[in-house]
């Protein structure tokens, strides 16, 4: 990876935080994405005192909020040429129905449209990079949804944690699968993945029986972060999987997902709510707005 520029969102804590140190550690440039100062630069020290590499750097946004990864957007611009890979990765489950601040259920603000707008808005720095792939760690979660309800997106009616993480992780698969046909022209390779049931931080903003009793009892049995991150490595460095597209991957295997992930009517109609949602006029192209005074 050397000379390779890799940006990994939610890299200041588990599955994120070990691909940013294996990637580094193989010589990479890193770009951090967090949404805390604090916890970002003691990540960002961590990272470059584990593998010596000083090319790692930190930008701040919040991964649920549309302004701050338009924000977000327009300083890569400003400060990169190109980008190789984007792992979109940040992610969480929250245990009351709470809102973004731009009015979405938090779980599809953050899983969903935080993946769909930070590659909406990275794309072209994409299209000058070398490797050309998009990452989105998607989970086995989305095998226990039934139905897309489309009538209920934002949850509003019968609000479950663990059922509006598990949609926001199809809808994951979905976006992956859309975006995939979209860019094969362009060979930009889109593949997502369930990383395992890895120990980490995930559902500390869970319920407190979540959080505080399942998660802890669980972890004897889960995987290190180390682990959890193998596949997300190797989407983005494998020469395995350079001319794969749009495909959903599990212990660096090709996988089938549940039936419903492969609905195609379903994948698309979620695009077009998301577009929607978004107000983004034609997907990975940005109008840079100037202000005239
Ligand atoms: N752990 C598992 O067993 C498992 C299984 C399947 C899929 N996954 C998926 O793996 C991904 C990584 O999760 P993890 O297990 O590594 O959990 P984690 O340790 O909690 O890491 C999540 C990362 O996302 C960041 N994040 C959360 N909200 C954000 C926001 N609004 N803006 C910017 N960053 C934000 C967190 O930052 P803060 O530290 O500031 O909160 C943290 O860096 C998620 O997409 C998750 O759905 C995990």
Same mark, same amino acid.
């Given at each position: 990876?050397?000379?390779?520029?890799?940006?990994?969102?939610?890299?200041?804590?588990?599955?994120?935080?070990?691909?940013?140190?294996?990637?580094?550690?193989?010589?990479?440039?890193?770009?951090?994405?967090?949404?805390?100062?604090?916890?970002?630069?003691?990540?960002?020290?961590?990272?470059?005192?584990?593998?010596?590499?000083?090319?790692?750097?930190?930008?701040?946004?919040?991964?649920?909020?549309?302004?701050?990864?338009?924000?977000?957007?327009?300083?890569?611009?400003?400060?990169?040429?190109?980008?190789?890979?984007?792992?979109?990765?940040?992610?969480?489950?929250?245990?009351?129905?709470?809102?973004?601040?731009?009015? $979405?259920?938090? @779980? &599809?603000?953050?899983?969903?449209?935080?993946?769909?707008? =930070?590659?909406? /808005? #990275?794309?072209?720095?994409?299209?000058?990079?070398?490797?050309?792939?998009?990452?989105?760690?998607?989970?086995?979660?989305?095998?226990?949804?039934?139905?897309?309800?489309?009538?209920?997106?934002?949850?509003?009616?019968?609000?479950?944690?663990?059922?509006?993480?598990?949609?926001?992780?199809?809808?994951?698969?979905?976006?992956?699968?859309?975006?995939?046909?979209?860019?094969?022209?362009?060979?930009?390779?889109?593949?997502?993945?369930?990383?395992?049931?890895?120990?980490?931080?995930?559902?500390?903003?869970?319920?407190?029986?979540?959080?505080?009793?399942?998660?802890? $009892?669980?972890? @004897? &049995?889960?995987?290190?972060?180390?682990?959890?991150?193998? =596949?997300?490595? /190797? #989407?983005?460095?494998?020469?395995?999987?350079?001319?794969?597209?749009?495909?959903?991957?599990?212990?660096?295997?090709?996988?089938?997902?549940?039936?419903?992930?492969?609905?195609?009517?379903?994948?698309?109609?979620?695009?077009?709510?998301?577009?929607?949602?978004?107000?983004?006029?034609?997907?990975?192209?940005?109008?840079?707005?100037?202000?005239?005074?």
């Amino acid at each position: 990876m050397k000379g390779k520029t890799v940006v990994v969102t939610g890299a200041n804590s588990g599955i994120g935080k070990a691909t940013a140190t294996a990637l580094a550690a193989r010589g990479a440039t890193i770009y951090m994405v967090c949404r805390n100062r604090r916890r970002g630069e003691n990540a960002r020290r961590d990272i470059i005192t584990a593998t010596k590499n000083t090319n790692i750097h930190l930008m701040l946004c919040d991964l649920s909020s549309m302004g701050s990864i338009q924000a977000f957007g327009t300083s890569m611009r400003e400060q990169l040429e190109s980008i190789d890979v984007l792992i979109n990765n940040a992610g969480a489950v929250f245990g009351s129905r709470q809102l973004s601040l731009d009015g $979405l259920e938090l @779980t &599809f603000a953050l899983n969903h449209v935080g993946y769909f707008l =930070t590659a909406h /808005y #990275l794309l072209d720095l994409l299209r000058k990079g070398e490797s050309k792939r998009i990452v989105n760690v998607a989970s086995m979660g989305h095998k226990s949804v039934k139905k897309v309800d489309f009538e209920n997106l934002q949850n509003e009616r019968n609000y479950k944690q663990l059922k509006v993480y598990c949609e926001s992780k199809l809808y994951n698969i979905y976006f992956t699968r859309i975006l995939a046909e979209k860019l094969k022209k362009e060979k930009i390779t889109v593949n997502c993945l369930h990383p395992g049931v890895v120990s980490t931080n995930f559902g500390s903003s869970a319920s407190w029986y979540l959080s505080k009793i399942m998660m802890p $009892l669980g972890r @004897t &049995f889960m995987i290190t972060p180390e682990k959890g991150a193998e =596949t997300s490595i /190797y #989407l983005a460095s494998s020469e395995n999987v350079k001319n794969i597209t749009g495909k959903y991957f599990d212990k660096q295997r090709e996988t089938i997902p549940a039936r419903l992930a492969m609905d195609d009517k379903n994948a698309k109609r979620i695009w077009d709510e998301t577009i929607k949602i978004t107000g983004i006029k034609e997907f990975g192209k940005v109008v840079e707005e100037f202000t005239f005074i």
